[in-house]
């Protein structure tokens, strides 16, 4: 079973950046895994927010393209999430999370690895 520990969040006023990083261990095949970020807000659904599989080919939700920049260390086992100008709607827990493969989910309910999450709360 792979874990994923979070770490980067806080407290951060509209237009200021934060890197969130996702450390993974009891993956001997970390490169092989897609490795996606999610982020749910009090209240509202978990919803996805960017995606990079094996091959560092990367997706992103509408709502975060040309802010938020994915990338991974595969010597590190560990997967990134750079967020720039952010916005008080970015307001959320986020999570890393794996299905094991390459792809992406289509949804939360595809994955079999989550973090326990790190809140960002972007203040306005």
């Known amino acids: 079973q792979v874990q994923l520990v979070e770490s980067g969040g806080g407290l951060v006023q509209a237009g200021g950046s934060l890197r969130l990083s996702c450390a993974a261990s009891?993956?001997?095949?970390?490169?092989?895994?897609?490795m996606s970020w999610f982020r749910q807000a009090p209240g509202k659904e978990r919803e996805f927010v960017a995606h990079i599989d094996r091959s560092n080919n990367m997706d992103y939700a509408d709502s975060v393209k040309g802010r938020f920049s994915i990338s991974r260390d595969n010597a590190k086992n560990t997967v990134y999430l750079q967020m720039n100008s952010l916005i008080p709607d970015d307001t959320a827990v986020y999570y890393c999370?794996?299905?094991?493969?390459?792809?992406?989910?289509?949804?939360?309910?595809?994955?079999?690895?989550w973090g326990q999450g790190t809140q960002v709360t972007v203040s306005s």
């Open positions: 999370a794996t299905k094991g493969t390459s792809g992406r989910g289509s949804g939360p309910a595809d994955y079999s690895s």
């Open positions: 009891g993956a001997t095949l970390f490169r092989l895994y897609g």
